[in-house]
């Protein structure tokens, strides 16, 4: 398996635009995670989805983001208008169960100007 | 609710010397107990983890920890460093029924030469 897939890698964009980060999880897994890492904040759990259901999104920060899961292997994380502090490494992870490993894809840089 | 202390942010230690790298949590319930490594530039990856059974856990290139339930910790530990150990630790705790990893904010190794 090629692992978690994560795009873009880089993504650069003005304040006030939209942006949407994209994942594919490893398949057969039935849980997928969204992580923002920040140096001041650290790694925090944004939202997880559990066989395409949201769980638990009590981490997205604010209405401005959102995230959606349309199938097994594909999710989305929007920002929508994205602002300078949304700048991050936002970090797409999978795994079989809740207490098995979770595997991190390589993650997303954002940059807002 | 869980949550996970790493007290060093930053710890340098000398090739071939041995290193720990301290976690300690706190929770209502029983617990599980992760450690992931994340070298620059790249997702994090599974190095051990603690479900049950042996409060000694062995993982990925020679490193152990230890679960200690009445100090509450789950130190890393590393008998003999390399160069290529550099890299940022973190400790993860996931309350036993629940669903959120809660990681600590991170320690970063530098093994120096």
């Known amino acids: 398996d090629a692992g978690v897939i994560q795009s873009p890698r880089h993504e650069v964009t003005e304040m006030g635009q939209e942006v949407t980060l994209r994942c594919k999880p490893i398949s057969g897994h039935d849980y997928l995670f969204w992580y923002r890492q920040t140096m001041m904040r650290g790694l925090e759990l944004l939202i997880y989805?559990?066989?395409?259901?949201?769980?638990?999104d009590s981490g997205m920060p604010e209405d401005r983001f959102s995230a959606k899961m349309p199938n097994a292997s594909f999710s989305t994380l929007k920002i929508q208008p994205s602002e300078p502090r949304d700048s991050a490494v936002y970090f797409c992870a999978s795994s079989e169960t809740t207490t098995d490993t979770q595997y991190f894809g390589p993650g997303t840089r954002l940059t807002v100007l | 609710a869980q949550s996970v202390t790493q007290l060093d942010s930053q710890v340098p230690v000398f090739e071939e010397a041995p290193v720990e790298l301290r976690c300690n949590y706190s929770s209502s319930v029983s617990v599980y107990l992760f450690w992931y490594v994340q070298y620059p530039n790249q997702g994090l990856q599974l190095l051990l983890k603690y479900l049950s059974g042996s409060t000694l856990v062995k993982g990925i290139n020679g490193f152990e920890a230890e679960f200690n339930k009445s100090q509450t910790s789950f130190h890393l530990r590393k008998p003999s460093v390399h160069i290529s150990d550099t890299a940022e630790y973190f400790c993860a705790v996931l309350g036993a029924g629940t669903y959120k990893y809660i990681f600590g904010t991170g320690t970063r190794l530098k093994v120096l030469a």
């Open positions: 989805f559990n066989n395409n259901v949201p769980i638990d």
